[in-house]
């Protein structure tokens, strides 16, 4: 099961125009997070995740020349700079979702692609299990309603069509925890099945990516880990 189930976050992401002043450029590394999908709905299709809103200068920059080509210096470069950014504001829009990795997910070694000393370099084949993979479109409907929603809200709209990533955010998973030896490689304490004076205790344990940034996460089980170690090295284990 080592190198198999490998995950990370998938996302959607939008474009809205808003009547709402961001102040682009100020903050471009932050970004507001709801967690209002935290926890699904029993009676709708299985869909996690946070939503993401950052300010965007998207259409906002200063540029040299017109739409129709004509080069602009002075006070026409900034007259036009002007015309364009004090309407509305351009935002980004995103969420993260949980997904199902498949066991064919995997972490193989490439050796088409090696290092300076000769060494394959690390592959990552993603793919999602049968059931993520069907729900994908669910999905992004979803996500599209609740973008729509949100730029509503601020007398706003997209200005395109939400679409999925092609790749995946934060990658994890390769040692997933589990109860089932032929399914996982860790039990609940981060502790191999196979190996039991081995312990994994970082992103390598989490069966999917869930539906935000993982860190604190990986911190609360590496501490269960080493509590559970610890007991058992009292115990003379």
């Known amino acids: 099961m080592v190198g198999r189930y490998m995950a990370g976050h998938k996302f959607i992401s939008a474009q809205a125009m808003i009547d709402e002043e961001t102040f682009p450029g100020q903050n471009m590394t932050h970004s507001l997070i709801s967690r209002e999908y935290f926890r699904c709905a029993l009676n709708k299709p299985f869909v996690r995740h946070d939503t993401r809103v950052w300010e965007s200068s998207a259409g906002k920059e200063p540029r040299l020349r017109s739409n129709d080509g004509r080069l602009l210096l002075g006070d026409e470069l900034l007259g036009d700079w002007r015309s364009r950014a004090l309407k509305g504001s351009s935002v980004r829009l995103r969420a993260y979702y949980d997904s199902h990795p498949s066991a064919d997910s995997r972490l193989t070694l490439d050796p088409t692609s090696k290092n300076r000393y000769g060494d394959p370099m690390p592959k990552i084949d993603r793919r999602l299990d049968a059931a993520a993979t069907a729900r994908e ?72 990516a869930t539906e935000k940034n993982p860190t604190l996460t990986i911190l609360a089980l590496s501490w269960r880990a080493t509590d559970h170690l610890a007991e058992r090295l009292k115990r003379g284990g």
């Open 137 to 208: 479109g669910v999905t992004l409907a979803h996500c599209t309603e609740v973008f729509e929603r949100m730029a509503k809200a601020s007398n706003g709209r997209l200005t395109g069509q939400p679409s999925v990533s092609n790749y995946w955010d934060h990658p994890a998973g390769g040692c997933r925890m589990g109860a089932d030896p032929k399914r996982s490689a860790l039990n609940a304490f981060n502790q191999m099945h196979d190996v039991p004076n081995v312990y994994v205790v970082d992103g390598s344990a989490f069966p999917t």
